[in-house]
DNA sequence: GTCTATATCGCGATAGAC
DNA sequence: GTCTATCGCGATATAGAC
């Protein structure tokens, strides 16, 4: 029952609630411990005690979001359960689901927007972010591709990097960085497009 | 000759000079004027003749950056050039040069992070360097794909933004978020990938 | 215009009572 | 475990001499 085990306390996650909404607002460097002591109604030395550092706190609540966000979104079991669903049934949905994600999600913008932030600062969370996410994504993705009976792809694990990174792309241009009148696109027509451009590229003959 | 004109200033340059190397370093919150003085070889009282604030030295140092980089990367007079290109080669050279500027210049990993990085803070700032860079690629790609005669594409739009989205994508896994190991992908598979996918989904009958 | 010196403040982190 | 009170430092920004 450390602190650093992953135990249930109370004032533990009201600090990493507070934390969450502090380092996601300001960044890193101009979050303050004062203010996250004080939303999560604990004093500052309570936190010192529960996380050694700003920066542990950090790592911490960075960990907790990774776990929290698109945990369930493609795993690798459900790929196996949808290989003969035809590919413009599960592109659409797959893509619908990704983009879904910060329109319902606002702290998920946040989320994205802190791991890139401090990816120079904070290598290591990058990298945990890319291997939890983007990496599973991409996996669950190649297989279906690789194994779809509808397709016959030349590269299939390039044209899984390609779908999911033109999608994250796009929520980086117009919802992380305000693009959408600058950048004006509908969902649709991305969607459209790409699914026009893989079956073009490996549709089998019947 | 005010000082927010852009008449030369030896002193000025140096400052601005510090100011990147210590803003892309630090981020926006972690810099210090102090330590920009310092690099700069001038005092912080001269910075603040200068620029009126950190705020607005950040701004300038960033309103700067965008118009150094990328300037000339592919600008919409020279696509008309390039209208008879066969596809292939076109987008070929494209996405080598784009993928060429995180190698040569490292500074431009590090502006992409503060532009993500500070895109809360500072909403007009990412969304200047949306209009100079991604949009104005996008307006010359777009422009490639409507007029091109050996292509026939049923959204140019669509496509163009996935090309260079896949591609900017790439680059911030790879580079920004220190990906190389985590999602491995070399930059000719990326490519050759998207090159068959553009003319499967848009080749013109011989 | 540029400097030195300083005002003022909030930061991360801790000591010690309970 | 949790609190109050505080330490020491470095931050942005400025006053005033030259």
Redesign the interface.
Known sequence: MTAASSCSSDKRDAILEGAIAEFL??????ASMDRIASTAGVSKATIYSHFQSKDRLFIAIVDRLVLSKFADLLAPEQVTQHLNDPPEQLLRHLASTMLQVPRQDPEYV?FI?????????F?DL??T???EL??IA?ESLSHYFTHCPHLAL??P???A??FL??I???I??QY????AD??P?TET??I???I???T??GAKPL
Request: no cysteine; aromatic share 8%.
């Open positions: 607002k300001q960044g890193y460097a101009a946040g927007r802190i791991v890139i932030a401090e990816s120079e600062r290598p990058a990298q972010f890319l291997r983007p990496a991409l030349p590269d694990e390039a044209t990097r390609i990174g033109a994250a792309h796009y980086i241009t992380v960085l305000y693009g600058i950048l696109l027509r991305l459209d497009t790409l026009a451009m893989i073009a590229s």
